[in-house]
């Protein structure tokens, strides 16, 4: 039996389905492409958790009773402590999301030439290195890349391979070393306490400095409490605390275990690092107060940290995303596992196995979602982190999911039900399916505005 939501809901938004030939028409006119898509004509989205989560009453009303300000708002001061509190830090720079913290990272770290590894880099991480002339390496452990195979930390760092890596580039071309927590390209899956020491001590003793890219920072922390040995007694927020402990600096999207809608930070321990940040920040985000945001937005911040390491959230939390998962897997459907902790990854490859990678099968599946039932996810495969060569050829990526991201404290589990029926249905006529053709995307992120037609 599942635990009820440590919650209740005090708020509703209604939702429209289009009918099939609707969707279809929809579908076909934007490039078979569910970024293009209004989001008034998805049913139920699970295209992304960032952003997408409800806020709690705290949250809403933090923000009303902090004064907006450009400078020195009380917001600030909020932020401020609960970075010391939740995550042992006392320097940061707020920024608007994400993808902002790693720009500025990486502009004053990376130049043409350096590698950044890391266990695996997601989109906007691998773009970020590379827009700065540098070249984003993952380094993760093989077990990620068997997606049938059950385990409990393969989101791990491989740490022979980091090594090697190391030895063979030498240090002074690798600027900073990144852990990414959980391990979203690899299907959610999280990193392992004794391997985030193991990456740090590394780094150390190579005079590199160690960023965790935190996105996910709490549901790590679940998986550590509740499958490392030596970590069951121990509260979430102490687990968190260790394991900042052992980086020398983080990114931060506050859009996925922040719980807001916007919002983002980077984390810096070293002074003279962090006044560099601040100045950039001041340059293409805002004034360091509130960070190219509404100012009351950091308060929100504040107290969605805070709301994230309660362990009765994230059991919650993870409870709906492994029942959407095994609900998958005893139909068959071939998925990611174990599920991690935001969303639950359909292999793309094993589902469609008559469509070659170059004929991007996710992306195939991801459209035919959505004509299916209105459902939008997302395809993390060929079209996102495939290459293509001098010629223009597609080269396949390693692993080929479409993600159906679950927003935090949004949907029901008779949603759930309904998307996993959906899913089932094109199981089952899955030898229907056919692949597509890119015909268009831009060098960097090019999955958000690619276009593509039927084959």
């Not at 049913?43 to 009303?64: E, N, P, R, V, Y």
């Amino acid at each position: 039996m599942l635990e009820p939501e440590p919650f209740r809901i005090k708020m509703i938004e209604p939702l429209t389905r289009l009918s099939r030939e609707e969707r279809k028409k929809k579908i076909e006119s934007i490039g078979y492409n569910v970024f293009k898509l209004e989001a008034k004509d998805v049913f139920i989205d699970m295209l992304t958790d960032s952003g997408m989560s409800a806020m709690s009453d705290q949250q809403w009303g933090k923000m009303f009773t902090t004064e907006q300000a450009y400078a020195g708002g009380s917001s600030y001061r909020l932020l401020e402590k609960t970075i010391s509190d939740i995550f042992g830090f006392q320097r940061f720079v707020p920024v608007h999301q994400g993808r902002a913290s790693e720009n500025i990272l990486f502009s004053l770290t990376v130049k043409e030439g350096d590698y950044v590894p890391n266990n695996m880099h997601f989109d906007t991480t691998h773009a970020n290195v590379k827009h700065k002339g540098g070249t984003p390496v993952n380094l993760v452990v093989d077990e990620a890349y068997e997606p049938g195979k059950p385990g409990d930390f393969k989101g791990n760092m491989d740490i022979s391979k980091l090594k090697k890596f190391i030895e063979e580039k030498g240090k002074e071309n690798i600027p900073v070393i990144m852990l990414t927590i959980t391990n979203n390209t690899a299907g959610g899956q999280p990193v392992s306490m004794k391997n985030i020491k193991e990456v740090s001590e590394l780094a150390n003793e190579h005079d590199i400095p160690f960023f965790l890219d935190a996105c996910r920072f709490a549901e790590n922390a679940f998986f550590i409490k509740t499958k490392e040995k030596g970590y069951a007694d121990r509260s979430v927020r102490d687990i968190v605390k260790e394991m900042f402990s052992y980086a020398d600096g983080f990114t931060f999207s506050a859009k996925k275990d922040g719980l807001t809608n916007i919002g983002g930070l980077l984390g810096v321990k070293d002074e003279k690092l962090h006044k560099k940040c601040v100045e950039l920040g001041i340059i293409i985000e805002g004034f360091p107060t509130y960070g190219g945001m509404a100012c009351r937005e950091l308060a929100a911040i504040a107290q969605g940290v805070r709301e994230s390491t309660r362990f009765e959230y994230l059991k919650y939390r993870h409870q709906q995303v492994k029942y959407l998962g095994d609900l998958l897997h005893k139909a068959g459907v071939p998925i990611a596992r174990p599920v991690g902790g935001h969303a639950v990854f359909i292999d793309g490859k094993e589902f469609l196995p008559h469509i070659p990678q170059v004929q991007f099968p996710a992306q195939s599946l991801t459209a035919e979602l959505y004509i299916e039932g209105g459902v939008r996810g997302v395809e993390l495969g060929t079209s996102a982190f495939g290459e293509t060569d001098e010629e223009g050829n597609v080269l396949p990526a390693l692993l080929e999911f479409m993600r159906l991201a679950i927003p935090r404290r949004v949907y029901t589990l008779n949603q759930l039900n309904f998307v996993a029926e959906c899913v089932t249905s094109l199981h089952e006529k899955r030898d229907d399916i056919m692949g597509l053709e890119r015909i268009y995307a831009p060098k960097l992120l090019g999955h958000f505005m690619a276009e593509f037609r039927p084959l």
